[in-house]
C-alpha cells in the first residue's frame, strides 16, 4: 500500500507563509493524482488542491487561488501557503488517487482518494 507522511504544519501570523510536505512510499507507480485536503473543527473535509503525479497539471479550490501553490518533485508533494489567513486555520491532509479521471478538477472530493496520511495542523492566528 502507499504510505503517506505529512510534515511542516505549525503555527504561523496571518499574512505569513508555510510549506508543508508530504513524502509517498511504496507502490508510487500506482498514483494518478496526489491532493490535499483540510478539515476545521466541526467541519468536513474539503478539498484544497491536486496535481498530477507526473506534476503536468493542478487544480485549486478557488478561496486559495492565488495564494496557495501544490508542486511535487522524487516522491514527495508540497503545498506552499502564503498570505495565510486565519480561516486556512485546520487540520492538513494529504491524498493519494489511484483513479483515473481525464480532468484534474476531477479528483475534488475525499472519495476520489485511496490513501491518506496522517494530518499535520496548521493554525493562522490574526
Known amino acids: 500500500q502507499v504510505q503517506l507522511v505529512e510534515s511542516g504544519g505549525g503555527l504561523v501570523q496571518a499574512g505569513g507563509s508555510l510549506r508543508l510536505s508530504c513524502a509517498a512510499s511504496g507502490p508510487t507507480f500506482s498514483i494518478e493524482t496526489m491532493g490535499w485536503f483540510r478539515q476545521a473543527p466541526g467541519k468536513e473535509r474539503d478539498f484544497v488542491a491536486a496535481i498530477t503525479w507526473t506534476g503536468s497539471n493542478s487544480y485549486y479550490v478557488d478561496s486559495v487561488k492565488g495564494r496557495f501553490t501544490i508542486d511535487s518533485a522524487k516522491n514527495t508533494v508540497y503545498l506552499q501557503m502564503n498570505s495565510m489567513k486565519p480561516e486556512d486555520t485546520a487540520i492538513y491532509y494529504c491524498?493519494?488517487?489511484?483513479?483515473?479521471?481525464?480532468?484534474?478538477?476531477?479528483?475534488?472530493?475525499?472519495?476520489?482518494?485511496?490513501?491518506w496520511g496522517q494530518g499535520t495542523q496548521v493554525t493562522v492566528s490574526s
Open positions: 491524498a493519494a488517487s489511484i483513479k483515473y479521471y481525464v480532468r484534474i478538477s476531477s479528483y475534488n472530493g475525499t472519495a476520489d482518494y485511496d490513501y
